[in-house]
């Protein structure tokens, strides 16, 4: 393995106290590889404006003079972010997504295999609450 040395050795970045570097799972799992070039930089420009929390206000003037964008090509790169689940958008604010996968909510409920049919008396009594 070929082992790296940083090319200016008094320039090697740290994690900064107010948030971190770009998450490497962008990358690992493709998440990066669904963006279109727009997007990733407007991703890249959210991140590094963005709280602790992911959070910043820009306004769609001020995005599309800083990443000489125009309104379409802004509005399509957000909605591609949005889509794949990267940013979340309410005007004015951004939301940056943690990377983690949703969080499954268990139901209350029992299911029963989809091989094993229910009688009409079982339905009946599901609907009405009992689910023993």
């Known amino acids: 393995m070929i082992e790296k040395q940083p090319l200016f050795p008094h320039r ?4 900064p106290k107010q ?3 770009l998450d490497h799972r962008l990358v690992r799992d493709r ?4 963006c279109t070039h727009p997007a990733a930089a407007l991703y890249l420009f959210l991140v590094t404006v963005a709280d602790e929390r992911g959070l910043s ?11 000489s964008m125009d309104p379409n090509t802004l509005a399509a790169a957000r909605q591609n972010l949005i889509r794949i689940g990267l940013i979340a ?3 004015p604010l951004y939301q940056v997504l943690a990377l983690d996968p949703e969080p499954v909510i268990a139901t209350s409920t029992a299911r029963s295999s989809l091989d094993q049919p229910l009688s009409l008396a079982q339905i009946f009594k599901r609907m009405a609450g009992d689910i023993s």
């Open 12 to 15: 090697v970045r740290k994690v």
């Open 19 to 21: 948030f971190s570097w």
């Open 31 to 34: 998440h990066i590889e669904h």
């Open 57 to 67: 206000y820009y306004s769609d003037p001020s995005l599309m003079k800083r990443l």
């Open 89 to 91: 958008y309410q005007k």
